[in-house]
């Protein structure tokens, strides 16, 4: 059996022999038995064995016949999980952008999402907009790169890790895009002048957020404490 299973697994063991007819059967679980069981009756409906313990699960199993033949001996490979993953960590958000965040979070697996048994976790992530959940990716590290949001705005975050055999565990978090800011001013001289004098102004401005800047001036008079005068641009 190649697949994991999430409950109990229950071995149907049945036999047929034309000569002497079926007496029984026994077995031995690799790695827990050190000897073959006790020869178990088998009747015409067959007989059960039920492995209830976690992970993968070898066992070995015989027939015998009424004249004391034994069969070759047969190998099954059980995979049981029944256990979702465990998040090691919150869902964190970092590098948040005009647009955008990065979400990861962390989850560990005792059995079918362990690398010891070959296997790994699948994380899913999902962010709600407007109301509405939508799945942001999938993949086997817990990180995404969110984008596509608007700015200045907390959104609900969260992120699914589910094992091979299909249990799975959530965890939710909260993340906010950085808001734009304005530009500011930055003049000079910042000085005065005489009565009906010209100065020479430098105004530069800068962007926190990075964005690219557009310039305009507009022309036209002014009237400051009963002095008039024009804006010239150059």
Same mark, same amino acid.
């Given at each position: 059996?190649?697949?994991?299973?999430?409950?109990?697994?229950?071995?149907?063991? #049945?036999?047929?022999?034309?000569?002497?007819? %079926?007496?029984?059967?026994?077995?031995?679980?690799?790695?827990?038995?050190?000897?073959?069981?006790?020869?178990?009756?088998?009747?015409?409906?067959?007989? #059960? %064995?039920?492995?209830?313990?976690?992970?993968? &699960?070898?066992?070995?199993? @015989?027939?015998?016949?009424?004249?004391?033949?034994?069969?070759?001996?047969?190998?099954?490979?059980?995979? @049981?999980?029944?256990?979702?993953? @465990?998040?090691?960590?919150?869902?964190?958000?970092?590098?948040?952008?005009?647009?955008?965040?990065?979400?990861?979070?962390?989850?560990?697996?005792?059995?079918?999402?362990?690398?010891?048994?070959?296997?790994?976790?699948?994380?899913?992530?999902?962010? &709600?907009?407007?109301?509405?959940?939508?799945?942001?990716?999938?993949?086997?590290?817990?990180?995404?790169?969110?984008?596509?949001?608007?700015?200045?705005?907390?959104?609900?975050?969260?992120?699914?890790?589910?094992?091979?055999?299909?249990?799975?565990?959530?965890?939710?978090?909260?993340?906010?895009?950085?808001?734009? &800011?304005?530009?500011?001013?930055?003049?000079?001289?910042?000085?005065?002048?005489?009565?009906?004098?010209? %100065?020479?102004? &430098?105004?530069?401005?800068?962007?926190?957020?990075?964005?690219?800047?557009?310039?305009? %001036?507009?022309?036209?008079?002014?009237?400051?404490?009963?002095? @008039?005068?024009?804006?010239?641009?150059?």
């Amino acid at each position: 059996v190649g697949e994991w299973y999430k409950a109990d697994v229950e071995i149907t063991i #049945k036999g047929e022999d034309t000569n002497s007819g %079926i007496e029984g059967y026994k077995y031995i679980i690799v790695g827990q038995n050190t000897s073959w069981s006790e020869n178990k009756t088998l009747g015409e409906e067959g007989d #059960k %064995i039920v492995i209830q313990r976690e992970g993968i &699960t070898e066992i070995k199993i @015989k027939i015998t016949d009424n004249a004391g033949n034994e069969s070759e001996e047969e190998l099954i490979t059980i995979k @049981k999980d029944t256990v979702a993953p @465990k998040f090691e960590t919150n869902v964190d958000v970092t590098n948040q952008a005009l647009g955008g965040f990065k979400v990861s979070a962390l989850a560990s697996d005792e059995v079918s999402g362990n690398a010891a048994y070959g296997g790994q976790i699948t994380y899913t992530c999902y962010i &709600t907009k407007n109301g509405q959940e939508e799945k942001v990716g999938e993949n086997n590290t817990g990180i995404f790169e969110v984008t596509g949001l608007n700015q200045g705005t907390a959104y609900d975050i969260k992120v699914v890790a589910q094992d091979p055999a299909g249990n799975s565990n959530e965890k939710v978090g909260r993340g906010t895009t950085e808001a734009n &800011t304005a530009p500011t001013w930055q003049i000079e001289p910042k000085e005065k002048s005489k009565t009906n004098t010209s %100065i020479n102004l &430098t105004m530069t401005a800068v962007d926190s957020d990075g964005d690219n800047l557009t310039y305009i %001036i507009k022309y036209g008079a002014y009237n400051a404490n009963g002095t @008039k005068g024009a804006i010239i641009a150059t």
